[in-house]
């Protein structure tokens, strides 16, 4: 049985205070009862702050990028070893949002999600096809390049220690939300493409979706067989919206 996972996706957005104040609605909704692991990825600044405050609690930390270099001369970038020094556990590499508005190809992606690894993070590794190419039926073919430049850069067996978070684009932040069919089917043909490379590994790869995911529709996802949890951004800002993703996560 695969470990529901949780994940809020913060992007730009908050302040100290309000990082302090959606962490401790969060940590108190959690309680103690068991549930599926959960994780916020607050902006950069707010991170050591917000390890420290979720320290003790169930509740994970991570990035939103990462460099691929371990340091050096490379102005405004944070190593992977950084992240791991102010207590993040996670990062999430090849979000949609830096593929498209800064550039990165699945090559530097992947070469993220190694240097991730290799400091100890735990990559989330985002992919999705734009509408463009859903609607031209090209998603299995998107997918499976972002997928494909991970498996040749570091090998099936690296994803036993990472998760993958699939985000159709057209469903990030528009509140349209793929069907439970849709996101299903591309989650199985993820899932079958690792398991040509690792069927065990396969089996126990956390599959997370993202996009537009909220409480109301939360169920109806989580519920099909190969979507393990939710990456969430919009709903993640209140803990209250987060909570409800996780009840659902707990019961579904
Ligand atoms: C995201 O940013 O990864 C995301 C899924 O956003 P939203 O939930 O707002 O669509």
Redesign the pocket.
Known sequence: MRKRLIAG?W?MNGSAAASRELVAGIVDGLGAAEGPETLVCPPFPYLAAVAAQAEGTPLAVGAQNVSEHASGAYTGETAPAMLVDVGCRYV?VG???RRSLYGETSAQVAAKYAAAQSAGLTPIL?VGESLAERESGATEDVVAEQLDAVLAHSGVASLAKAVV?Y?PVW????GRVATPEQAQDVHAFIRGRVADGDAGVAAGLRLLY?????GDNAPGLLAMPDIDG???????LKAADFLAIVAAAATN
């Open positions: 996706n992007k999430i979000h949609s949002e985002c978070a985000e469903a990030i932040g528009t993202g996009g537009s995911m909220k939710g990456l969430i951004g919009g709903a993640s």
